[in-house]
């Protein structure tokens, strides 16, 4: 009974944030995609046999399709602000297209554990669902709860396939997830280029 509740309770903050715009943060486009990498570098069997190694690629594959499936919808909001390192504020909104392809992949997850041989009930599948929420809801919980290796190679491609795609749609969202001393460095030498071209014309 609590898993239902929780999962209500979880499910509409998750599903409300979908149709919200929300910033585009250095955390949810590079901080979290390098630790996925990382622990699917570590999870992944190094001494896997040639249908292991197949699989693997398969569902790379389609976690890259899922990722750009995911981007299709997104709506993308730039009004001209900048924070105090001079860095745009990006905002997006998810849309259907993102939550489909959560879906598809937390069934994807769920279709390994059973080809893995692990029996699911209701409440297996209730606690799975839970623990994705609060995954996608806490990074703390993301980075410390353990993840079999098929899921991180899940979330890297599709996170990769969905993020390559809408950086295409706007490329202004690489300068809103610069590091702050390297977007410094960037405004100092417009700056300087900018007042270079000023004594340039006044000389002619």
């Not at 979290?32 to 790379?60: A, E, G, K």
């Not at 300068?175 to 977007?183: H, L």
């Amino acid at each position: 009974m609590w898993l239902i509740i929780l999962l209500i309770l979880l499910l509409r903050p998750f599903i409300k944030g979908t149709f919200e715009y929300e910033k585009i943060t250095r955390k949810e486009m590079v901080i979290l995609p390098i630790y996925s990498f990382i622990m699917m570098i570590v999870s992944i069997n190094t001494h896997m046999n040639w249908q292991d190694i197949l699989l693997t690629l398969l569902l790379f594959a389609l976690g890259l399709f899922i990722g750009w499936l995911q981007a299709r919808g997104v709506n993308i909001k730039d009004d001209g602000k900048s924070d105090k390192y001079g860095r745009p504020i990006i905002k997006i909104r998810r849309n259907w297209t993102y939550l489909v392809g959560w879906i598809f992949i937390f069934a994807l997850n769920i279709g390994m554990q059973i080809y893995f041989g692990k029996h699911l009930d209701v409440e297996d599948l209730s606690s799975d669902l839970v623990i994705d929420l609060l995954k996608d809801a806490s990074s703390v919980f993301f980075i410390f709860w353990q993840s079999e290796w098929f899921v991180w190679v899940l979330t890297v491609a599709s996170t990769l396939g969905y993020r390559i795609s809408i950086i295409r749609k706007d490329p202004r969202i690489k300068e809103a997830v610069q590091i702050k001393e390297k977007r410094k460095q960037v405004i100092t030498q417009k700056k300087m280029n900018k007042m270079a071209k000023q004594i340039s014309e006044k000389d002619k």
